[in-house]
């Protein structure tokens, strides 16, 4: 029996062994505990403190290390907004004593009342703007409209010649219409149609040589207005204005047998100039001259019928 109690008394002894060595390798994963009469536990109630805050397991370090993160997340956040509150407050302060808005130091003020008015004042501001436009732009449209137009200076000046109150899409025409006045027809189209698609008429023949000479003067002319005598007749057809006062550049029309025109016929020329007693000189061609024109003064200009544009 003794050497049973023995043997039991052994076994007890190595089982508190082992479960001494567990809590040793067990406390081993834990943080250190500071004892008060260690050298840097000056103040028991501090190393209470501290003891009582430092965690046993890994899991409870893990979590300490969580929360620690957090709160230096929460720090850090809280600085930012705090820094940005503070420059907004600068900027609003700033930019209320430039405009003499409202500022959070004035008696019975906040600073979203101060962000009211100033919205309001900036509304107000906009509209006043707005009007102030519209009134310009109305009492200028209304000068435009009564005002009248001068040169910039004395040294400036306008030629005339280069002006025309005509709606002819020929610009030649248009200054012609200007330059004849009031003798323009009542009603005369100047983008009448003018029958011209090219020279249809024979080399050298009185109507290939006025073609030609219209073309040259930048006036217009039609392609087939048949033979000479034909000329006026085509010409009110298509619009032209034609009667029997000469002007430059007209396509003066010879009726058959007329101051020598073909019985046949007839013949055409061109007015190149209207001289001081009335008559005119006139560019004309024909057969037999290969193409090169010659010229004769008539007198007698009343008798002829004279195709204008």
């Given at each position: 029996?003794?050497?049973?109690?023995?043997?039991?008394?052994?076994?007890?002894?190595?089982n508190?062994?082992?479960?001494?060595?567990?809590?040793?390798?067990?406390?081993?994963?834990?943080?250190?505990?500071?004892?008060?009469n260690?050298?840097?536990?000056?103040?028991?109630?501090?190393?209470?403190?501290m003891n009582?805050?430092?965690?046993?397991?890994?899991?409870?370090?893990?979590?300490?290390?969580?929360?620690?993160?957090?709160?230096?997340?929460?720090?850090?956040?809280?600085?930012?907004?705090?820094?940005?509150?503070?420059a907004?407050?600068?900027?609003?302060?700033?930019?209320?004593?430039s405009?003499?808005?409202?500022?959070?130091?004035?008696?019975?003020?906040?600073l979203?009342?101060?962000?009211?008015?100033?919205?309001?004042?900036a509304?107000s501001?906009?509209?006043?703007?707005?009007?102030?436009?519209?009134?310009s732009?109305?009492?200028?449209?209304?000068?435009?409209?009564?005002?009248?137009?001068?040169?910039?200076?004395?040294?400036?000046?306008?030629d005339?010649?280069?002006?025309?109150?005509?709606?002819?899409?020929?610009?030649?025409?248009?200054?012609?219409?200007?330059?004849?006045g009031?003798?323009?027809?009542a009603?005369?189209?100047?983008?009448?149609?003018?029958?011209?698609?090219?020279n249809?008429?024979?080399?050298?023949?009185?109507?290939?040589?006025?073609?030609?000479?219209?073309?040259?003067l930048?006036?217009?002319?039609?392609?087939?207005?048949?033979?000479?005598?034909m000329?006026?007749?085509?010409?009110?057809?298509?619009?032209?204005?034609?009667?029997?006062?000469?002007?430059?550049?007209?396509?003066?029309?010879?009726?058959?047998?007329?101051?020598g025109?073909?019985?046949?016929?007839?013949?055409?020329a061109?007015?190149?100039k209207?001289?001081?007693?009335?008559?005119?000189?006139?560019?004309?061609?024909?057969?037999?001259?290969?193409g090169?024109?010659f010229?004769?003064?008539f007198?007698?200009?009343?008798?002829?019928?004279?195709?204008h544009?």
């Amino acid at each position: 029996m003794k050497h049973a109690a023995h043997k039991a008394r052994g076994a007890q002894r190595v089982n508190s062994a082992v479960t001494a060595r567990v809590r040793e390798m067990r406390a081993a994963h834990t943080a250190a505990v500071v004892y008060a009469n260690t050298p840097m536990a000056l103040v028991p109630e501090v190393a209470k403190a501290m003891n009582a805050s430092v965690p046993r397991t890994r899991r409870a370090i893990r979590q300490a290390a969580r929360q620690q993160a957090h709160k230096k997340q929460f720090i850090t956040a809280s600085a930012f907004a705090l820094l940005a509150a503070t420059a907004g407050s600068l900027t609003y302060a700033s930019t209320a004593n430039s405009a003499n808005l409202p500022t959070a130091d004035k008696g019975g003020t906040t600073l979203v009342a101060d962000s009211m008015a100033s919205a309001d004042a900036a509304e107000s501001a906009t509209t006043q703007v707005s009007r102030s436009e519209e009134r310009s732009a109305t009492t200028q449209a209304a000068a435009s409209d009564s005002a009248q137009w001068s040169l910039s200076s004395a040294t400036d000046s306008l030629d005339a010649s280069q002006m025309s109150k005509s709606k002819a899409n020929n610009a030649k025409v248009a200054a012609f219409m200007d330059r004849d006045g009031d003798a323009v027809p009542a009603g005369f189209n100047p983008n009448h149609d003018t029958g011209d698609t090219g020279n249809a008429y024979a080399f050298s023949q009185c109507t290939w040589w006025a073609y030609t000479r219209r073309h040259q003067l930048n006036l217009p002319v039609g392609s087939y207005f048949g033979d000479g005598a034909m000329w006026a007749d085509s010409a009110r057809a298509h619009g032209y204005w034609v009667d029997n006062t000469p002007r430059v550049g007209d396509v003066m029309v010879f009726q058959r047998g007329q101051e020598g025109a073909s019985a046949q016929y007839g013949h055409v020329a061109i007015v190149e100039k209207v001289n001081a007693d009335g008559s005119v000189t006139t560019s004309e061609c024909g057969a037999t001259y290969n193409g090169k024109p010659f010229s004769r003064t008539f007198k007698n200009v009343h008798d002829f019928q004279y195709i204008h544009y």
